[in-house]
């Protein structure tokens, strides 16, 4: 009661004797009415009062909104030609290699002339426009065998048919990213994964442009499915197939073996070694390009032309675009210090908290029930999964649709959480969640005027808060004259 007494009279404007009852003034007593009013009937809204659930419901209701609006917007003042095709664009890329492979031409694999020649001769005959622009190939030469078969077939079709795949790899993700939250939840709770995942702007990249993003995000989790339930022998063999983008599969193999030990190493050894003889074997000659070619093609396509720097998520872009802009030319020694000094900071404070985790493991090896090493464990995955992209030297926006495992691993922990109140590293957590989601919807547009790629400031604060919290003691766990058990957490998913 005194509580509620003292919180009562923090909102009341007592006027003195000697004040004037008209006083409008902004230090009189009426003005301080006027404020206090105001904040109750602010604290009275009912999206203050709501659930978690129900603002992000709300959320939602506001992106659908917001896309809405800039999609009828656009198509109202930018109609597009009959001829004009901007759709799926980024699988030209795919279909070159696979119509390389299919006819024998693998030599052109990573031959930029070739490339633009055969891409400009596919735009012409499709009737749609490239201008100057190309895709290069800058996956490892094996994955081009995937594309084989769609090279077969027209263009227009064969793009169609990659999203259709896609969307049910997709599909596929989402029931395992919903499998990570506790059992009992209804579809209200659920169903905000996928729909939020859905209506992001890194799924909206990856479909629009035909990227392969969806089929990362199937054997990410289901590699970290796998991980989860300590079968370190298959969460190597599917994790060693994300290796077709070695920037999204590496640092996450490291953390992977350095938790399960040899038997997950094996896994990708065995993988590994697959891969290496299909290449040899079905495209002799190929790995010897791509390792020599492909850096050089990199390097060129940065310093030689205007690069878009904004549609990365690394540090390298950051200082590039900052530093440097648009402008052609290799990048400056104070971006390279810059840069390498950030992903040193990062990469060992990762690689710490991995071996403070592996430890709380092997202290507690015959003691599996024990709650705290899966708490600490899915912190791991989570910081390792937002932090890749920052490491990397070639990670661009659309891939960030990864980022919806750790968001789904820390909602999890919320929702075990109960109404419990968040601590403070949690609050800081969900708000930078909120802003780089927001921020991604227009970071492209804003970064390529401004030259300040705010997304990958919001990821660096994103990653460092969830390395933090990897092994941050965790209140969820108490210890007892038995040893740690479970706090008993209120029923409220």
Not at 155 to 161: H, I, Q, R, Y
Not at 172 to 189: I, M, Q
Not at 410 to 417: C, M, Q, S, Y
Request: with cysteine; net charge positive.
């Amino acid at each position: 009661m005194h509580g509620r007494g003292t919180r009562a009279t923090r909102f009341q404007a007592i006027p003195s004797a000697e004040a004037d009852p008209t006083d409008f003034t902004p230090d009189g007593p009426l003005a301080d009415s006027a404020l206090m009013g105001a904040t109750l009937n602010l604290s009275n809204l009912a999206i203050v009062r709501a659930s978690p659930r129900k603002r992000l419901w709300i959320g939602v209701a506001g992106v659908v909104m917001f896309l809405t609006t800039i999609w009828t917007t656009n198509a109202l003042l930018t109609p597009s030609a009959p001829h004009d095709r901007g759709f799926g664009l980024d699988f030209i890329a795919f279909y070159s290699a696979g119509d390389f492979v299919r006819t024998g031409q693998t030599s052109k694999l990573y031959d930029l002339p070739a490339v633009r020649d055969f891409q400009r001769h596919l735009a012409a005959a499709n009737h749609f426009d490239l201008g100057n622009a190309y895709g290069p190939w800058w996956n490892p030469p094996f994955y081009a065998l995937v594309f084989a078969p769609f090279s077969a077939i027209a263009f227009p079709t064969a793009t169609l048919l990659w999203l259709g795949i896609n969307l049910l790899f997709f599909s596929a993700a989402c029931v395992l990213l919903c499998r990570f939250s506790p059992p009992g939840l209804n579809w209200k709770s659920w169903a905000l994964l996928p729909i939020l995942t859905l209506l992001s702007a890194p799924f909206i990249l990856a479909v629009s442009h035909a990227q392969n993003t969806c089929t990362s995000l199937l054997l990410l989790t289901a590699t970290i499915t796998l991980w989860r339930s300590n079968r370190a022998l298959l969460a190597g063999l599917v994790g060693g197939f994300m290796f077709y983008k070695p920037q999204v599969a590496s640092l996450f193999a490291l953390m992977l073996v350095i938790d399960l030990g040899w038997k997950a190493f094996i896994g990708y050894a065995i993988t590994g070694t697959g891969l290496l003889l299909v290449n040899l074997i079905a495209l002799p000659g190929t790995l010897t390009d791509y390792l020599h070619r492909l850096p050089s093609n990199v390097h060129s396509f940065q310093t030689q032309t205007i690069y878009p720097w904004e549609q990365h998520v690394t540090l390298k872009a950051f200082w590039r675009l900052l530093e440097q802009g648009h402008t052609m030319g290799d990048t400056t020694t104070l971006v390279t210090v810059a840069t390498t000094a950030g992903a040193l900071m990062l990469g060992l404070l990762l690689l710490r908290a991995a071996f403070k985790v592996r430890g709380m493991k092997n202290a507690r090896r015959r003691r599996w029930n024990d709650p705290v090493y899966p708490i600490h464990r899915d912190r791991l995955i989570a910081a390792t999964v937002a932090v890749t992209p920052i490491l990397m030297p070639f990670y661009f926006d659309y891939d960030l649709l990864l980022l919806a495992v750790p968001a789904a691993l820390f909602a999890a922990e919320l929702v075990k959480r109960g109404n419990r109140p968040l601590e403070r590293f949690d609050r800081w957590a969900v708000a930078a969640w909120c802003a780089i989601y927001a921020w991604q919807m227009i970071n492209t547009e804003v970064a390529g005027k401004t030259h300040v790629n705010v997304s990958v400031i919001l990821l660096c604060t994103l990653a460092s808060l969830l390395i933090v919290r990897v092994g941050r003691a965790d209140e969820m766990v108490e210890r007892s004259e038995e040893g740690w058990r479970p706090v008993a957490l209120p029923k409220a998913a």
